[in-house]
């Protein structure tokens, strides 16, 4: 999904700053919404890490920027249980508002649509029988995908050419797993780029790697 997640290489942007002592949380609240994001994560979606990560790709421009950390996870939580029928749209709003005395009304309860998903196995590593693609050494270039859905090919490196340094083990593909349309299991490799390929001949000196999946590469 092209968005405001995919910051990676950005020009300007400046360094990520850490806001305070390296812990997990900094305040009481983040600690609830973790476990509330984590809960809604596992019972909704069968653990399917994807799906949480284009939960928060979806989350709009201005609060993605502007919101701290977990307010982010607490975005990806209502669009979690919105999608999945369990609180309608505006419902949280609305609970809110009444909280502070207004007088608002709750919209009715919705149809509950739970993904009829169950993972093969535990976590994003699977076993495959098929043959790598691409072996180390390989020159490779990635394909030039826009799509709507989640992916974990960044922009900055798309059509762009690099070497297989390393085949990984095989894992489910974001794309399609993260809504629901099958974990398609795919070799993942680490391909090496150089900076000038990435960001031109003005640009430091140094390498890139990154793990990308299969279907995000064609041979150079």
Known sequence: MDGIHDLGGTQFVGPVEQPGPNEPFHHRWEARIFAIGALSQTRLSGANLDSFRFAIDRTPPAEYLGLPYYNKWLRMTETLLTESGVIAPGAIDARVRKRRGEKVEEPPVPELRKPDYKPTAGGSLRQTDRKPKFSVGQ??????????????????????????????????????????????????????????????????????????????????
């Open 139 to 220: 020159r490779v270039h990635t394909i030039d995908s826009h799509t709507s859905r989640h992916t974990r090919l960044p922009r900055y490196v798309r059509r762009r050419v690099g070497t297989v340094t390393m085949i990984q083990p095989a894992h489910v593909l974001p794309d399609t797993h993260s809504v629901f349309l099958g974990e398609n299991i795919q070799h993942v490799y680490k391909v090496q780029f150089d900076s000038a390929e990435l960001w031109g001949q003005e640009a430091e000196k140094f390498a890139m790697n990154l793990d990308l999946y299969e279907d995000y590469l064609e041979a150079a």
